[in-house]
């Protein structure tokens, strides 16, 4: 690692958006997929696409799961 990497401005989080495929500057956070192992994969959209997938979590996401720690 050179010192210009580490004193540079970093770049910008631009990912693309999930319907249009566009680089977005304010992403939106529409959905999330668990992974068997590592880290989950957020899937971002751009303000414009945003509104096609709906506000989140709906009830629907919520009922049925109990809090950390208690059993059913």
Not at 8 to 29: I, K, L, M, S
Not at 46 to 63: K, L, M, V, W
Request: with cysteine.
């Amino acid at each position: 690692m050179t010192r210009e990497a580490l004193l540079n401005t970093p770049e910008p989080f631009t990912p693309p958006c999930v319907r249009c495929g566009r680089a977005t500057a304010a992403p939106v956070v529409v959905g999330v997929t668990e992974r068997a192992s590592g880290p989950p994969m957020v899937q971002y959209a751009c303000p414009q696409d945003a509104t096609r997938y709906g506000a989140g979590p709906s009830p629907d996401d919520e009922i049925g799961q109990l809090p950390p720690g208690r059993l059913a």
